[in-house]
């Protein structure tokens, strides 16, 4: 029987008291007009360092994890395609050792930008865009690290 845990469901087989999943998330691949920017960008963003450069792709991951860890390492693959519109995948962070608005602060000033989606200005998260504009979101709740 699925489950669910704040917006995300949570389905896989269920063995005795815990659940085996079919499949984990082990990387996002994001196109990208200048790898090397975003990934310094989201590797300041997350606390990640650069994995590794194969022509013209840049994966970043947790250092002490690298790729198959637990969290899914991001590779930026180069285009020369623009972004057009909205994408249909955005990513949600939460800071880790500071409040929202501290951690608010800190990436607009390693290079986010605010961003308009239409939001009425009552939420409780920031949207803010990368360096080439893809949206992504600040959310208030603290996590561990």
């Known amino acids: 029987m699925p489950r669910c845990q704040g917006n995300a469901r949570i389905a896989g087989r269920r063995t005795g ?11 996002l691949v994001i196109d990208s007009r200048d790898p090397e920017r975003l990934a310094a960008f989201w590797c300041d963003v997350l606390g990640y360092v650069v994995l590794d450069r194969v022509e013209n792709s840049v994966e970043i991951g947790p250092e002490d994890e690298g790729f198959g860890g637990l969290q899914p390492t991001i590779v930026f693959d180069l285009t020369d395609k623009p972004k057009a519109g909205k994408l249909p995948l955005h990513i949600d ?6 409040d929202q608005d501290e951690e608010l602060e800190r990436l607009l000033a390693v290079g986010a930008k605010p961003a308009d989606v239409g939001q009425t200005g009552e939420e409780s998260w ?3 865009a990368d360096p080439e504009g893809n949206e992504f979101c600040l959310l208030r709740r603290r996590l561990s690290g």
């Open 17 to 27: 008291t815990s659940i085996h999943m079919a499949c984990r998330i082990s990387e």
């Open 93 to 98: 962070v939460n800071p880790t050792d500071r």
């Open 126 to 128: 920031h949207v803010l």
